[in-house]
C-alpha cells in the first residue's frame, strides 16, 4: 500500500514546484520589461529621436538590429524608448480600473438598495456596449492624446471590476465572520477594510493580471487609429500606426513594435495566467 | 429582579413581492434573569435562528420590544447598538466560519478590545488570559481558523464572546456542528463559565436537542412554527409534555 500512494505524493510535489518555478520565471520576465522600460535612455543604441534621412528605410542589419524608418530613426532605440510610454501607461491604467471599480462593487454590494440597482444598470449598458467604439467615441470627443486615451479606456472597462467586487462583496456579506465583526463593535469602515477588502481582492488581482495584455493592447489600438500618443513620442501602438502605408515596401517599422507588443502582451498574461493557479486555495497551502 | 433580557411581543414577518407574507416569528415574549441560563428548542424552521438574529439586531424585527437590561435597543443603531455590544454577545453555530480567514483568532478575539480603545500589548495579554480560561494556550492566538480543530475553533469563539465581559452570552446551535464528545466538552466549559461568572452572566442556549438542554438549562422555551408552544424547567417539560408537538418532539428521541 505504501508503495502505491508514494508516487501520487510525488507528482503533487512537482505540479506545485511547476507553478512555483513559473511564477520566478514570468516574475522575472516582467521585472526585466520594467526595468529596460524605467532605464530605457540608457538601453538605446542611439537616439530613438535622431533624424538621418541618408539612412532611411533601412533594412535590419548589424548596426540597426530593427532596421530605421523613413526619418532614418533607429527603430531598437525607438521600441525601447516606447516601452516607457506602453507599459507605464498600461500599468497606470489598470491601476485605475481596478481602484475605481473595485470602490464602485464594494459600495453597491455593501449598501444595497437603489443605489445598488441604478450603478449596476449603467454598468450593463456599458457592458452592452462594444467597447472601443465607446472608447473611440470618447477618446474622440475629449481629443487625442495619451491622458485622454486612458480616460477613455477607464470609462468602459470598470464595469468589470464593479461586477466583481459587488458579487464577492454580496457573498462576504452574509458570512458570520462579518456578523462576528459587527457584534465586536466594529463600524463600517473598519469592516470593509479589514474584512472585506483582503477577502475579496484576490480574484479582482488576478484578473487586472490578466487585463494588462488587452489593456496594452486596447491602448496601442487606440493610439494605432490615432487618439492616443501623438507623434513623435515613441509608443508602440502609434508607431505601428505611422509606418502602416509602408508595410509592404519596409515592413520592419510596422514589425518591431508589434513584435513588441505582442512579447509583452504574452508575458503579462502568462505571469497573470500563473498568478491565478498561485492563488488558487486548492494549491495553496498543500 | 430586572430581566437581563426581556422580549416583548416579537414578531417577524418575511414579505416578498408575488408572494404571501410569512410569519416566521409570531409574537413571542420571554425574560431572562440574571445567572439564569434559558433554552430555546425547536426544529429546523421553527424561528430560533431569527429570534436570535432579531436579539442581536443582525436583523430588523416587524413589531415588538427587545429590552436589554432595561434599555430598549428594538431601533438603536450606530453608536448605541455598538454599546449594547458591550453588553451581549453571541457564539456562533459554524465556528470556523465565524473566524475571518485572513485573521489569526487572536485578532478576531482582540476586535472588540481594540474597538473599545484598548492598547495592543494590553489585548495581547487579555486575549492570552481569555483562551487560557477557554481551556486554551496563549498559543491559539497566533494560528488561522484552518489550522485548528471545530473544537478548538469554538473554543476561540467563546473566549472572544467573553472578551467584552457581556452580561448575556448567546448561543446560537454552538455545539450543533461538532461531534458528540467535543459537545461535551463545549458543554463543560461553558458550565465552568456559569459557576466562574455567578448571576454576571445569563446565557441564551439555542439548541434541537432536548438532550442537551435538560443537561445545561434552568428553563426551557419550546418553539413551534414561529409560536412559543410550551415553556418551563426542562425535566417537567419533558415529563409531562402539554402541546401535542412537544409530545412529538419528545417521542422521537426516546
Known amino acids: ?286 | 429582579m430586572e430581566p437581563v433580557l426581556k422580549v416583548e411581543n416579537l414578531t417577524k414577518v418575511f414579505t416578498r413581492r408575488g408572494q404571501p407574507a410569512f410569519t416566521a416569528v409570531d409574537h413571542i415574549g420571554f425574560e431572562l434573569y440574571p445567572g439564569e441560563c434559558l433554552g430555546l428548542i425547536g426544529e429546523s424552521g421553527s424561528g430560533k435562528t431569527t429570534v436570535v438574529n432579531m436579539i442581536t439586531r443582525l436583523l430588523d424585527s416587524t413589531e415588538g420590544r427587545i429590552l436589554l437590561g432595561g434599555e430598549d435597543i428594538t431601533r438603536l443603531s450606530g453608536k448605541g447598538l455598538r454599546r449594547a455590544y458591550r453588553e451581549m454577545q453571541m457564539v456562533f453555530q459554524t465556528p470556523a466560519d465565524s473566524f475571518d480567514p485572513r485573521c489569526t483568532l487572536g485578532d478576531g478575539i482582540g476586535e472588540s478590545l481594540r474597538n473599545n480603545g484598548m492598547s495592543r500589548a494590553e489585548t495581547k495579554q487579555e486575549v492570552a488570559r481569555l483562551l487560557t480560561e477557554c481551556g486554551l494556550t496563549p498559543e491559539f492566538a497566533s494560528r488561522y481558523p484552518h489550522q485548528v480543530s471545530g473544537g478548538q475553533c469554538q473554543r476561540a469563539a467563546i473566549a472572544r464572546a467573553l472578551a467584552v465581559r457581556p452580561r448575556l452570552l448567546i448561543c446560537d446551535e454552538a455545539t450543533s456542528s461538532l461531534d458528540v464528545t467535543i459537545q461535551q466538552e463545549i458543554l463543560a466549559l461553558l458550565n465552568d463559565l456559569r459557576r466562574h461568572h455567578g448571576s454576571e452572566l445569563s446565557i441564551l442556549f439555542i439548541c434541537h436537542d432536548i438532550a442537551l438542554v435538560q443537561q445545561f438549562c434552568s428553563r426551557v422555551l419550546v418553539l413551534y412554527r414561529g409560536r412559543i408552544v410550551e415553556q418551563g424547567i426542562p425535566d417537567e417539560v419533558i415529563c409531562h409534555p402539554q402541546d401535542p408537538y412537544t409530545r412529538r418532539l419528545i417521542e422521537s428521541i426516546l
Not at chain 1, 36 to 65: G, I, M, R, W
Request: net charge positive.
Open chain 1, 1 to 286: 500500500m505504501t508503495a502505491m500512494r508514494e508516487p501520487t505524493v510525488r507528482i503533487q510535489k512537482i505540479r506545485k514546484d511547476t507553478v512555483r518555478t513559473r511564477l520566478i520565471i514570468f516574475g522575472a520576465l516582467a521585472l526585466i520589461l520594467l526595468l529596460c522600460s524605467v532605464f530605457c535612455e540608457h538601453l538605446t543604441p542611439y537616439d530613438p529621436y535622431l533624424q538621418d534621412l541618408k539612412n532611411a528605410k533601412a533594412p535590419p542589419s548589424p548596426e540597426h538590429l530593427f532596421g530605421t524608418d523613413r526619418y532614418g530613426r533607429d527603430m531598437l532605440s525607438r521600441v525601447i524608448v516606447g516601452s516607457r510610454t506602453s507599459i507605464f501607461s498600461t500599468l497606470l491604467l489598470v491601476g485605475i480600473v481596478t481602484a475605481l471599480g473595485t470602490m464602485v462593487g464594494v459600495f453597491c454590494g455593501w449598501h444595497g438598495k437603489w443605489i445598488d440597482t441604478v450603478l449596476m444598470r449603467i454598468s450593463d449598458m456599458f457592458l452592452a456596449f462594444p467597447g472601443l467604439v465607446f472608447a473611440m467615441a470618447v477618446a474622440g470627443v475629449l481629443g487625442g492624446g495619451l491622458q485622454n486615451a486612458i480616460i477613455a479606456l477607464v470609462a468602459i472597462s470598470w464595469p468589470k471590476y464593479a461586477r466583481i467586487a459587488r458579487s464577492q462583496t454580496l457573498a462576504q456579506k452574509e458570512t458570520p465572520y462579518l456578523n462576528a465583526a459587527r457584534l465586536s463593535g466594529s463600524g463600517t469602515w473598519k469592516m470593509i477594510f479589514k474584512h472585506i477588502l483582503p477577502n475579496i481582492i484576490g480574484p479582482i488581482l488576478v484578473t487586472s493580471m490578466l487585463d494588462i495584455g488587452t489593456m496594452m493592447m486596447e491602448l496601442a489600438g487606440l493610439s494605432f487609429l490615432g487618439l492616443g500618443a501623438k507623434p513623435p513620442t515613441a509608443e508602440w501602438g502609434s508607431m505601428m500606426s505611422d509606418a502602416r502605408s509602408l508595410l509592404s515596401s519596409v515592413p520592419w517599422v510596422t514589425l518591431a513594435p508589434g513584435f513588441a507588443i505582442f512579447v509583452s502582451v504574452m508575458i503579462f498574461n502568462l505571469l497573470g495566467d500563473t498568478i491565478r493557479d498561485y492563488a488558487d486555495p486548492k494549491s495553496r497551502g498543500r
